[in-house]
């Protein structure tokens, strides 16, 4: 897609029917405002449906303890999410008073330029349809359970609400520097798939694991190929991911003023040099790295 012009809805769907050879777009995008926002129709969830959001979120929180970091946990519990598919519009209300952030309702995947401009004006957007009970353990697409179970407690925390905000600007910016590849890997491994150090052991912050079924154990048993290290925003941002499988790394921060300190300073410069700079594949091991999963 070209991304350094601004796509309109019409060309949007269009762009994505040709990448997935001529396969609709998941989600009703027929009443999507300007923006992609759609109602929640919140009343039109079937009973089925609530039911398994139960059960997604019973198995996810009998894997999550000690596993996840607190911040998630800790605002999690306060949404009172467990009994079925929760109306956006009160839990957009308590994380406005948290933080300052809205959740808005968005009909599945949405065009770069209008993602970002959601989060820089701390809006998140979150999908309205659940996945299928066929796709219980996998889904592809990201649905209203990975969007708002994995991704909205953590903007309940303070420095992590700043740092998606502060993404979203720089998302904004590196569609006009042409670092849109680089920046996209940043995101996966820290909003996605990052991992926290604290003081009771390595805990889960990415939405891609604390949505998944068997990446939340994988992720943390020591012994697997997948590599753990510290967190280094360039050597990040030149790491390919893989889509289809279990991380092959792990990026680890220390602090979440750390990945906003991090992210604070203007990645002109990186996207520069990275330009011809061929990426790192993403099992990739540098002489000085060190693994901080030991295996055992
Ligand atoms: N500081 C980055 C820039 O100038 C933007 C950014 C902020 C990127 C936070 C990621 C996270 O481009
Ligand atoms: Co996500």
């Not at 303890?65 to 800790?74: L, Q, S, T, V, Y």
């Not at 750390?258 to 330009?275: H, I, M």
Request: hydrophobic residues 40%; negative net charge; contains cysteine.
């Amino acid at each position: 897609m070209n991304t350094t012009t601004t796509v309109s809805n019409a060309d949007f769907l269009a762009t994505v029917a040709e990448k997935s050879d001529g396969a609709a777009l998941r989600g009703d995008y027929s009443k999507a405002d300007a923006h992609y926002v759609v109602s929640q129709d919140w009343a039109a969830y079937t009973e089925e449906e609530h039911a398994m959001w139960r059960r997604l979120y019973q198995r996810q929180m009998a894997l999550l303890p000690g596993r996840a970091c607190d911040e998630f946990i800790d605002a999690l519990q306060a949404m009172n999410a467990a009994d079925g598919i929760p109306e956006f519009e009160k839990a957009s209300q308590q994380l406005f008073a948290a933080t300052g952030w809205t959740i808005v309702a968005v009909p599945g995947l949405i065009p770069e330029l209008t993602f970002f401009e959601h989060l820089a004006n701390r809006r998140f957007p979150v999908t309205v349809w659940l996945r299928t009970p066929e796709e219980f353990n996998y889904i592809v697409e990201p649905d209203v359970f990975h969007d708002f179970f994995g991704h909205v407690p953590m903007l309940f925390n303070p420095v992590f609400a700043d740092f998606i905000q502060l993404y979203g600007k720089g998302g904004l910016k590196a569609m006009q520097l042409g670092g849109l590849d680089q920046l996209a890997r940043l995101y996966w491994y820290t909003v996605e798939f990052g991992l926290i150090n604290t003081p009771q052991g390595l805990r889960i912050y990415g939405a891609g694991i604390l949505s998944s079924g068997g990446e939340v154990e994988y992720c943390l048993t020591p012994g697997t190929s997948s590599r753990h290290i510290h967190l280094e925003i360039e050597r990040c941002l030149n790491t390919l991911y893989k889509i289809d499988s279990y991380q092959e790394t792990y990026f680890v921060i220390d602090s979440f003023q750390e990945l906003f300190d991090g992210t604070a300073p203007d990645f002109t410069p990186y996207y520069d040099k990275l330009k011809s700079v061929s990426p790192l594949s993403a099992n990739t091991l540098l002489p000085h790295e060190v693994e901080l999963l030991p295996a055992q």
